[in-house]
């Protein structure tokens, strides 16, 4: 069975540039994590989604990060613009319920 | 202010060796979860724990949650290369909470 997909896996960008990243989950997980992974630290929830509903947003920059999972499956998470502190591993997840989560490999994004 | 903490940030340790890591929070979770993430890989899922007071091993590694659930301990015996990563505890408050991750435990084993 395929795990959790994520592309692009690597992305270099200039500030102030938008930038995009895409999630594929596991077949027949209805709910699908964005998380943010700073350097030495933990990743901390940005979004989650019970199949296309946004039910927990709340830690999402909503001035210039969106999110969207049409037809509750694929999920897109955008940037525009970019800052410098924006430089993280962007981690996809999905599960089924509340149950384990599985984590796709994430996007590395460096902003310059 | 981390919700989860976790003891030692770093450590570094000679195969064969034993060691324990912590993960601390002045709260009470339903449950705990353990992960290692590898460089460049997403966490994988080691173990929850839901029970105060609560032992679980996994082959040389030993997990317990707190008697008030507010604590939990990895334990690894004989470490090995493969077991080099980021140790992360990650838990809710309740079942309906979403899941708070701790900084992590990053360790390294030296052949």
């Known amino acids: 069975e395929a795990g959790v997909v994520q592309s692009p896996r690597y992305k270099i960008i200039e500030k102030k540039q938008p930038v995009a990243f895409w999630c594929n989950p596991i077949?027949?997980?209805?709910?699908l994590y964005w998380y943010l992974q700073n350097l030495g630290q933990g990743p901390e929830l940005l979004i989650r989604?019970?199949?296309?509903?946004?039910?927990?947003d709340s830690q999402l920059p909503k001035d210039r990060f969106s999110a969207e999972r049409l037809k509750g499956v694929d999920s897109t998470l955008k940037i525009q613009p970019a800052e410098l502190g924006d430089s993280a591993v962007y981690l996809c997840?999905?599960?089924?319920?509340?149950?384990?989560?599985?984590f796709g490999p994430g996007t590395r994004l460096t902003v310059l | 202010t981390q919700l989860l903490e976790q003891s030692p940030q770093f450590l570094s340790i000679q195969e064969g060796e034993n060691l324990t890591v912590y993960c601390n929070s002045s709260?009470?979770?339903?449950?705990l979860q353990w992960y290692r993430q590898e460089p460049g890989e997403g966490p994988v899922l080691l173990v929850t724990?839901?029970?105060?007071?609560e032992v679980k091993k996994l082959k040389r590694l030993t997990f317990q949650f707190g008697d008030a659930r507010k604590d939990s301990s990895l334990h690894i015996t004989a470490a090995q290369p493969g077991d080099t990563g980021l140790y992360l505890c990650?838990?809710?408050?309740?079942?309906?909470?979403?899941?708070?991750f701790g900084p992590g435990t990053s360790l390294s084993v030296i052949p």
């Open positions: 997840a999905s599960s089924i319920g509340a149950n384990t989560q599985y």
């Open positions: 989604y019970e199949n296309e509903e946004a039910v927990d």
């Open positions: 724990v839901v029970t105060g007071g």
């Open positions: 990650a838990g809710a408050r309740t079942s309906y909470d979403k899941v708070i």
């Open positions: 077949s027949g997980h209805n709910t």
């Open positions: 709260s009470v979770f339903s449950s």
